[in-house]
């Protein structure tokens, strides 16, 4: 079996693949003060919750853009599940060719998703994760990452709301039953929701026209992605694990 990391800003998210199944998911919270000791017991403790034992995992990857925690959390790997993880980085094979001025500055997150989305559903394809930022990612139909968007997420944007604010109130993202809202919380929710909506539809058909492009797939993932994959005809997918997919094949390519 193969277990799969992907270290986001907010959670780490992490999979368990037999061969081409995911088998388990798990979630954790993004946390670089844990040891090694505590990264590697947390391990243990959501495989066995899954009745998948230590020694059935063969491998590890890993894609991480929180470099803080990286050592503890290798090294809990290492010490108790005896194995070490193949992180993605400069070297590694993904088949996507990056061609942005810098393409060191793109995460890894990023390009796992766009080797995901490229291999299972074909260029050109625009990827947009709705994470802790909410990113948009062009990859052509010969599988170069052409241009790349970054905005603020829909927690971030929430969290500068009522941070910023005297009387504006912590709450829910959520999608309201209408745009014209009646009260606070409704209000928020639907500027925070409905704007993203906004936000989503424009900058998709300005990267497409930007880029001569007539015809391109859209695919979303990310934890909030649902709620606006749902509520507008630009995005075609989403997929909840594609992260976790992308790394998958990343592990694939690496062996071969």
């Avoid at 941070?163 to 639907?190: R, W």
Wanted: aromatic share 6%; with cysteine.
């Amino acid at each position: 079996m193969l277990l799969v990391v992907d270290v986001g800003n907010t959670n780490i998210t992490l999979g368990v693949f037999e061969r081409s199944d995911i088998k388990a998911t798990f979630r954790l919270t993004t946390n670089a003060d844990r040891t090694s000791d505590e990264y590697g017991l947390v391990l243990c403790d959501l495989l066995k919750a899954k009745n998948i034992g230590v020694e059935q995992i063969k491998s590890v990857i890993i894609a991480s853009v929180v470099p803080k925690l990286m050592h503890s959390l290798t090294s809990g790997i290492i010490k108790y599940l005896n194995l070490t993880p193949l992180i993605v980085g400069a070297g590694t094979k993904t088949g996507i060719k990056v061609s942005t001025a810098n393409p060191k500055e793109v995460g890894a997150d990023r390009v796992v998703d766009a080797v995901a989305a490229y291999e299972i559903y074909g260029g050109p394809v625009l990827v947009i994760d709705f994470g802790t930022a909410i990113t948009y990612d062009l990859i052509l139909e010969d599988g170069t990452f052409h241009a790349a968007v970054t905005c603020p997420g829909l927690r971030i944007a929430a969290n500068a709301l009522w941070a910023g604010t005297a009387k504006l109130p912590e709450i829910e993202i959520a999608m309201p039953d209408t745009v014209l809202a009646k009260d606070t919380i409704t209000s928020m929710q639907a500027g925070l929701v409905f704007g993203c909506i906004g936000q989503t539809e424009y900058i998709v058909k300005r990267m497409l026209k930007e880029a001569g492009i007539g015809s391109c797939r859209v695919i979303a993932t990310g934890g909030l992605g649902k709620i606006i994959a749902g509520a507008t005809d630009v995005i075609e997918i989403y997929d909840p694990h594609l992260t976790l997919k992308g790394l998958k094949i990343i592990s694939d390519k690496n062996k071969k």
